[in-house]
């Protein structure tokens, strides 16, 4: 397969299963919150429906068991008025097509790297995001020229817009993955976030990429020794820094 002059083979049997995670593990930041922003700021009217939403919503995206909620909230505020997947889809299109410098300054060279060698290897590559799937994919498409799978956040109609039905974060990241057909054994992963330790620990060989610095300690305590804690580029994370040639 050639991807913009990359040359790739093809997926060999009984290929290696690699997994990875997109926010801050192959994009500096947030996506979705990005896409959301953007989507919330296009008309004034949706900028005020936001307003009241924020000190009450806002705080359910820190936690664990609220993010979901939390999450749906500022994506309903988003596509209030959309009634089909499609509409965000298109959207989702023209805000990667229109934001695509902004989004190739994100996007880490060292994980694109990391996901390069390892398609270049034959492994089995998807990327497991929290992200709504189109998102990841027309960013790893569009502006990092990578045609991989991507499993990520169910979205679907919600009270006169769209909301995540289903967010691909913690066990549902491993149950999506098996409904999308991933079901052999992980054999690398790579996350930034605690929210995957399910992955994490479902990997031969857990790698943790660009942790907050107050986590590093509890990915110690949790992972098996020896778990590579790196940096790929993220300057307000943790991990040990790499350099392009060490990546993957």
Avoid at 7 to 27: E, I, M, N, S
Avoid at 66 to 80: D, E, N, P, Y
Avoid at 127 to 134: N, S
């Amino acid at each position: 397969m050639s991807v913009k002059g990359r040359q790739y083979p093809k997926t060999r049997d009984g290929a290696p299963l690699v997994v990875f995670d997109f926010d801050h593990t192959l994009y500096d930041g947030d996506s979705g919150s990005h896409l959301f922003a953007w989507l919330i700021r296009r008309s004034w009217w949706r900028r005020l429906l936001s307003l009241p939403m924020l000190p009450v919503f806002l705080p359910l995206v820190a936690f664990l068991p609220t993010r979901r909620f939390g999450v749906s909230a500022f994506v309903w505020a988003g596509t209030v008025g959309f009634h089909r997947l499609k509409e965000l889809d298109k959207l989702i299109d023209r805000y990667v097509a229109t934001h695509a410098e902004e989004i190739r300054r994100r996007l880490l060279p060292i994980g694109i790297e990391a996901l390069h060698r390892h398609r270049a290897a034959g492994d089995r590559v998807v990327v497991a995001t929290g992200a709504p799937p189109e998102l990841a994919r027309a960013i790893l498409a569009f502006v990092a020229h990578e045609d991989v799978p991507v499993v990520g956040t169910d979205v679907g109609p919600r009270l006169g817009g769209l909301g995540a039905r289903r967010h691909c974060h913690n066990e549902m990241k491993m149950t999506m993955l098996r409904e999308a057909g991933f079901r052999d054994e992980v054999a690398i992963a790579y996350s930034d976030s605690s929210a995957d330790l399910p992955l994490l620990r479902a990997a031969r060989k857990p790698v943790v990429v660009n942790p907050k610095p107050s986590r590093i300690a509890m990915f110690r305590r949790v992972l098996p020794a020896g778990t590579p804690i790196l940096n790929w580029g993220c300057r307000k994370r943790g991990g040990d820094a790499v350099s392009p040639a060490s990546a993957g």
